[in-house]
């Protein structure tokens, strides 16, 4: 559960932050569009055609629909085209004549077409009809299209005034849209008005004097004078290059200054206000409902938090001489935070060593000796009241017939299923209930049976085996001796002393094929021990639950910011709001593990014996070496994994200490552990093969901005 934890949390981490370098490149994007719209664009030549003509007519109604015919004379000067495509965002930006920037959604009604076969889908947010027959190529030359569809603008946005702004031919056609026109029909009639028309969707290019307009009532009919634009553009050429007034002065294709009209001419009116009149709702509630959702969630965190992964109250920390809880030096680091088990394992092996169990060489080569000072005599046990195990030797001297009962056959059957002679090892109740019938029927004999040893004289046995071990009888009186004197070790210590001595008592580590697998049970050892006993498994589930919630936060994020994307913009905090909930639930997912009572307790305890070693004084450690010899290798390895052994090893510059038999290795230097440790052999592991992941990629035309229109051809 350690490792899947730590799994999962490592998934989190790089999902957020793929969350965040996500929401950031998109932020730019977005703010980089905002920034330069489409101004900046060049023009291209479009795909095969160019726009001879463009007629627009608005039918303006006063709750702030629009009612769009429009009317293209397309020159086709390349064959195999199909027709043309118009794209209609459904969301708009422009700026208002009180300088704010306006970010609006509208719904795009009844988009048909008049003059052609057309079809219809959506792209990017943004309506497209595609006119033309797919089984038939548009001839060259002049061709007409029409399109009429309804431009619902919803309620007005606008305080204190209205406004209609509307973005007539589209943002980029890739082309000089000739001939452009527009006829606006307002749904009531001007006493005092101000119109203007701009080249672009932020009020920047201001190109009202070159659009020759008439007022007829409530009908405004507009035309973009381009003869009169590229004159006004060449004048002011010339003037900045200080070109006099009679001389010619001949502007460069590249110049900036000789702009055909190819993006969308804005059509901006400033209107009393409550000119408008009502207006539908044009926003969706997806984005609203799935933030409100990513709240609640993380509403329900902090509460998880609150209730299951808030700790437990602080322990003071106590003076602790020596480890508390019959707790090795392992189960002490790993507690205390340190989960290295090279080091830990490292740290028991010292452990052993100080115990006198074992003692470890550095030899000369660097490499690493450690024998077995506690092996038993290899002569075996002396005599403990044990007897020989009862063996009975059978002979068949005929086959089973009809006369013999079923137990005496089924016995007869599984002693002479190979042979004619067996020795009976197990057994022996069943055979004790058949053997008479056997015996007497003489059906078998029985060669020998050393049943007396179980019931004759144990005290003869016991002399003639001590006669058979009497030179292994003082090996093992002196195995005991010494074992006696010894302190016991602990399960992770046996562990490891096990591992250390599969095959020999004395092994080179470096050599040792196995040892690696001690690492392995001493981790799973302290996982499957501590885990439950230090830190809170409640709380931990409902972590691994935060997780999922956290993940399912960004998801939902992504989606409703990139994919949705269907709020009001005077709502737009919630996005805001939401991204900062995604935070806020990885950082309570990461405070809801917590310590059990005993954790906080033992964890004290811990730092108050770390204090003690770190701050004690020479005087205080005289006193503990003369009560206990060997306290200054009884307590280095926990030293050790307390990260303090240099500091323990010079408190005892000046105290003397008793010599043990725990090898030459440098017990004073911590190199000399992670030597240890670097002498181990782990398996070769098989390298994995790379897979390479290839693919392909599509374009389609029409693309860009979300809030940009315009068209193609296919």
């Not at 000789?258 to 206000?273: A, G, M, R, W, Y």
């Not at 019959?326 to 790993?334: C, S």
Request: net charge neutral; aromatic share 14%; hydrophobic share 30%.
């Amino acid at each position: 559960m350690k490792k899947i934890g730590s799994c999962l949390g490592k998934i989190v981490k790089y999902i957020f932050y793929g969350y965040l370098a996500i929401m950031v490149i998109g932020l730019l994007l977005k703010g980089v569009n905002d920034a330069f719209g489409t101004n900046d664009k060049p023009v291209q030549a479009a795909d095969g055609f160019t726009i001879e003509e463009y007629q627009v007519v608005l039918d303006v109604q006063q709750d702030n629909k629009v009612d769009v015919c429009e009317n293209i004379t397309v020159n086709w000067n390349e064959e195999h085209h199909h027709g043309i495509v118009r794209f209609i965002p459904q969301w708009l930006e422009y700026t208002g004549k009180d300088e704010k920037r306006i970010k609006r959604k509208s719904k795009v009604l009844d988009l048909k077409s008049t003059s052609d076969p057309y079809e219809l889908d959506v792209v990017k947010k943004k309506d497209r009809i595609r006119l033309g027959n797919k089984n038939e190529y548009v001839p060259l030359g002049n061709k007409k299209y029409e399109i009429q569809y309804t431009y619902d603008m919803g309620k007005d946005p606008f305080k204190n005034f209205d406004e209609f702004i509307f973005h007539t031919y589209g943002d980029y056609w890739g082309t000089e849209i000739k001939n452009a026109s527009v006829k606006i029909i307002l749904p009531k009639k001007l006493d005092h008005y101000n119109i203007h028309f701009f080249a672009d969707k932020y009020r920047s290019n201001d190109v009202t004097q070159f659009v020759d307009y008439t007022i007829d009532g409530n009908v405004i009919d507009a035309k973009f004078n381009q003869e009169k634009y590229t004159k006004y553009q060449k004048e002011e050429y010339c003037k900045e290059n200080g070109y006099l007034e009679n001389d010619e002065c001949e502007v460069p294709e590249y110049s900036g200054y000789n702009e055909k009209l190819d993006h969308s001419l804005t059509v901006d009116i400033e209107l009393p206000d409550h000119y408008f009149v009502g207006g539908s709702w044009t926003y969706g509630w997806g984005s609203f409902g799935i933030s409100l959702v990513i709240i609640l969630l993380t509403i329900y965190t902090i509460y998880k938090w609150y209730k299951y992964g808030k700790d437990f109250p602080k322990r003071e920390r106590t003076i602790e001489y020596y480890p508390m809880d019959h707790l090795n030096a392992a189960e002490i680091g790993y507690i205390y935070g340190n989960h290295s088990m090279n080091k830990l394992t490292i740290a028991l092996m010292i452990q052993i060593a100080s115990k006198g169990y074992i003692k470890i060489d550095e030899l000369e080569n660097k490499k690493i000796q450690i024998t077995n000072l506690c092996s038993p005599p290899k002569g075996g046990k002396p005599f403990e009241g044990k007897v020989e195990r009862r063996k009975i030797e059978v002979e068949k001297l005929k086959e089973a017939d009809d006369s013999l009962s079923n137990d005496a056959k089924k016995m007869m059957e599984n002693l002479f299923r190979k042979k004619n002679s067996n020795t009976l090892k197990t057994n022996y109740k069943k055979f004790e209930k058949v053997s008479d019938e056997l015996v007497n029927g003489k059906y078998i004999q029985i060669i020998s049976d050393n049943d007396e040893t179980r019931y004759g004289d144990l005290e003869k046995l016991r002399k003639e085996y001590e006669e058979k071990n009497k030179d292994n009888q003082e090996e093992w009186d002196a195995y005991k001796k010494y074992r006696a004197t010894l302190k016991p070790l602990s399960e992770l210590e046996r562990i490891v002393y096990s591992q250390l001595f599969i095959k020999d008592n004395v092994i080179i580590v470096s050599e040792h094929k196995t040892l690696y697998k001690a690492f392995q049970k001493v981790e799973e050892k302290l996982t499957s021990k501590l885990k439950d006993l230090v830190v809170d498994r409640v709380a931990t589930k409902k972590m691994y639950t935060s997780i999922g919630i956290t993940i399912l936060t960004v998801i939902l994020n992504l989606i409703s910011f990139f994919i949705v994307e269907d709020m009001n913009p005077n709502w737009s905090i919630l996005y805001w709001i939401s991204m900062s909930c995604i935070l806020i639930n990885l950082v309570f997912t990461i405070f809801m593990k917590r310590k059990t009572k005993y954790g906080e307790e033992i964890i004290a305890r811990i730092k108050g014996f770390k204090e003690f070693l770190e701050k004690v004084e020479k005087p205080k450690l005289e006193e503990l070496v003369m009560e206990n010899p060997t306290y200054f290798y009884d307590i280095l390895p926990y030293t050790y994994v307390l990260n303090i052994s240099k500091k323990w090893i010079d408190k005892f510059e000046n105290i003397p200490i008793p010599e043990q038999d725990m090898g030459t290795l440098n017990y004073y230097n911590d190199r000399s552990y992670y030597l240890i440790y670097s002498n181990v052999e782990y398996p070769k592991t098989s390298s994995s093969g790379r897979g390479s992941l290839g693919g392909g990629g599509f374009s389609s035309s029409g693309g860009g901005c979300s809030s940009c229109g315009g068209g193609g051809s296919w």
